[in-house]
């Protein structure tokens, strides 16, 4: 399947891949990475000039919640990626096979978390749409309703989040 690749963080320790094209005739070096910030984590790339002999400038990915090296098949490097609030349940759940937990950094295990909390909690969600109230006071009413239901969410979420930091060894 995949050969997964674990703590390649920076420049210095990246994947270096030693035969990647450049143009049409010359050979270089590439080298991969996984920056990893409060945003998340994003696929960093930077390439070796064969002329000159000098790095290029820093590529750098999108951001995603959890992103992980691996090389494929083919021996193309790439990133197995989670992102908390959009994947599915079941893929959350397929990452966690995948991927080896255990060696992922705080910042990345705090992300499933986040992940396994939005999963959770969007199972009480329920999404009505209906046409906005006329009347002022029944669309105060209705805003005031509202903003307690985000806040209970709020409030629940943050409990299990809070609980799945704890008991993960993260908080």
Not at 106 to 119: G, S
Request: hydrophobic share 35%.
């Amino acid at each position: 399947m995949r050969d997964l690749i674990y703590n390649k963080d920076a420049a210095d320790n990246a994947v270096v891949v030693e035969d990647y094209p450049w143009g049409y005739k010359l050979r270089t070096k590439r080298k991969y990475w996984i920056e990893t910030t409060k945003k998340g984590d994003r696929l960093c790339y930077q390439t070796l000039n064969p002329k000159t002999g000098e790095w290029c400038a820093v590529k750098k990915g999108t951001y995603a919640g959890i992103k992980v090296l691996y090389k494929d098949e083919a021996g193309h490097v790439a990133a197995v990626t989670l992102n908390p609030a959009w994947d599915s349940e079941e893929w959350l759940k397929e990452f966690q096979e995948i991927v080896d937990i255990t060696k992922l950094k705080d910042e990345q295990r705090a992300k499933i978390c986040e992940a396994k909390t939005i999963q959770h909690v969007n199972k009480f969600v329920e999404v009505k749409i209906a046409p906005a109230p006329q009347d002022p006071e029944v669309k105060a009413a209705k805003d005031a309703e509202q903003k307690e239901i985000k806040k209970k969410l709020n409030n629940y979420a943050n409990h299990i989040y809070g609980q799945c930091l704890v008991k993960n060894g993260i908080a």
